[in-house]
């Protein structure tokens, strides 16, 4: 939101913009994403705001959130998450055809060329064009988040993978591989090597082992290239068995479990490549840049239980105490570009297939524009709003819609590289239907003390617990199929010493810490948790 000079303003609620658009305090400066601009009023004091970023290969996740400091350091209220696409695969393909054409024209017309690439000089920090655009479209997002929202800094994902660490575990320090982070960076990047799925049966929500795919036991290494993830059956089934006998039955899983683990680490490695120009860019901005790594977000989630995904990855970035909000469907933004600055489309071979205008611009339409178009009659007639493809017959494309005349058009905002929309993937699981609860849900009950402790959490702690539970729930499913799955990381799961037949969970490690104390019982022939009391470290004095 911005006042009446265009200066940021602290975001509202959607049910807030329609009311001061209603009451024409207010006009839309921006549909996607959605920004209006205030017109009686001018930007006052606001809160502290900041903004995450969790940058990848293939997309980048912004979460712009609010701070609020407590007592047990700053929680973070989610209001804006953004998944953005980056489109380095398009570039790559492209140059690889451009240069496959131009090598075909300069052996077509038997000219020789002296090499010239041996005299070729490159600024220091060049990246590939490729790479580069990555860095691009972060540094664009950032500036018009910081120019809609008042943001006061910049959390940002520096190290992802330490590739170093990953082909060599034992190249650092004891102190530093059995801290708090040991092993995150490594299982991090497995889990999104392998699908965070069983490489064996493809099983998913799930506990998930690491598992060498040549025993140590037959002189297997601890590298990344030796390393899968499986589930606790097929972990102990295939034991210390070669992979190929154990997979004998199935040649063709063998042969794609052994094609992906020596796939190269090319997504890490771009990461890497793109990190410090992230940096710098962000830094030459004036935006203050707190830079964290892969394993502390990892940690994040795991001990505040929010479940994976680029935007929650941008919003457990930093140090925190608590994190809200990340339940919102984030918005969905894809890099399309501006076009091409090539007039002659060629074929497969490379030779002129087609020519196109010289202005892209066609009855002042460019592709990309958003437009609504209202046709009254014919067979397209109606109202259709999406992003146009303009022709110079001036029949035009909009969204699914084809043949629409350019006087039915109306443009509603103009092209700049990228298409947003609204209802991505929510950060929060949500089960369908009822059917689907069942089966992933066991059964429980509350005592009344439990009830009573519930009553006096506040309504972040409240949050944390919801969220901790649903991740219980699933992993006591797997328990009570067998007693001899493990439980998630991010709980601490286990019997009380002091109280048998009584078990302790570990809900939050953020101080306070969360404490819950649950039994297992029959109920109709299945078993149940019954929880008995939900607080901190004293209830274990009457568990």
């Known amino acids: 939101m911005l006042d009446r000079h265009g200066r940021p303003c602290m975001p509202c609620h959607p049910a807030r913009a329609r009311q001061l658009l209603r009451r024409h305090r207010a006009r839309v400066h921006r549909l996607a994403p959605f920004v209006i601009r205030l017109v009686d009023r001018e930007a006052t004091a606001t809160q502290r705001v ?8 293939k997309a980048t996740g912004l979460a712009l959130f609010r701070l609020e400091r407590t007592a047990s350091g700053d929680w973070r209220h989610v209001l804006v998450g953004l998944e953005l696409h980056h489109r380095s695969a398009l570039i790559h393909k492209r140059l690889g055809q451009r240069a496959a054409y131009r090598r075909r024209r300069r052996s077509a017309n038997l000219r020789y060329r002296a ?18 655009s990555r860095v691009q479209h972060i540094e664009t997002w950032t500036r018009r988040l ?11 994902e520096l190290v992802r993978f330490d590739l170093q660490q990953m082909e060599t575990p034992e190249i650092t320090g004891v102190a530093y591989q059995h801290g708090t982070l040991f092993g995150f960076e490594l299982r991090e990047y497995l889990l999104q090597k392998w699908g965070r799925q069983c490489a064996y049966c493809d099983t998913e929500n799930v506990p998930l082992n690491l598992d060498h795919i040549v025993s140590r036991s037959r002189g297997g290494s ?3 290239s030796n390393l899968t993830l499986a589930c606790v059956p097929c972990n102990q089934a ?37 990190r410090w120009a992230v940096k710098r860019r962000l830094e030459a901005r004036g935006l203050p840049v707190a830079c964290w790594s892969g394993g502390r977000i990892k940690w994040n989630r795991s001990r505040l239980a929010v479940a994976k995904s680029h935007v929650a990855d941008a919003a457990a970035c930093g140090g925190l105490a608590g994190l809200e909000g990340w339940g919102l469907a984030p918005l969905v933004t ?95 699981p949500v089960l369908k239907d009822r059917e689907e609860r069942r089966e992933d849900l066991v059964k429980f009950e509350r005592t009344d003390r439990f009830k009573a402790d519930w009553q006096r959490l506040v309504p972040g702690e409240q949050a944390r617990f919801r969220g901790a539970v649903r991740r219980f729930h699933a992993a006591a499913v797997a328990y009570r199929r067998d007693p001899r799955a493990g439980w998630p990381d991010s709980l601490r799961v286990r019997p009380m010493t ?46």
């Open 115 to 132: 090499p010239r690439f041996d005299n070729r000089t490159r600024k220091p920090g060049w990246l590939a064009p490729s790479l580069f």
């Open 498 to 543: 002091s109280a048998p037949g009584v078990w302790e969970m570990t809900w939050s490690f953020a101080g306070p810490d969360g404490r819950a104390t649950f039994e297992w019982i029959d109920a109709g022939g299945e078993p149940a948790v019954r929880w008995r009391r939900l607080g901190g470290h004293t209830i274990f004095r009457d568990p």
């Open 334 to 428: 894809i890099a399309t570009g501006r076009g091409t600055h090539q007039r002659t489309r060629p074929d497969a071979f490379g030779f002129p297939r087609l020519a196109l205008p010289r202005t892209k611009a066609v009855h002042g339409f460019i592709t990309g524009d958003l437009v609504c178009a209202t046709v009254p009659a014919g067979k397209q007639a109606g109202v259709h709003t999406g992003r146009v493809a303009v022709r110079s017959t001036g029949s035009f494309r909009v969204g699914t819609a084809d043949g629409i005349h350019w006087k039915h058009c109306r443009r509603l905002q103009r092209a700049d590289g990228y298409a947003t929309t609204h209802g991505g993937t929510p950060l929060l």
């Open 146 to 156: 910081a120019g809609w929202a008042p943001v006061g800094g910049v959390d940002l």
């Open 50 to 57: 900041g903004l995450g970023i969790d940058p990848g290969s």
């Open 238 to 274: 295939k034991g210390s068995q070669a992979v190929e006998a154990f997979l004998a039955h199935d040649p063709r899983r063998l042969a794609r479990v052994l094609t992906q683990a020596k796939a190269p680490l090319r997504d890490a490695a771009a990461v890497n490549s793109t």
């Open 222 to 224: 601890d590298r990344v």
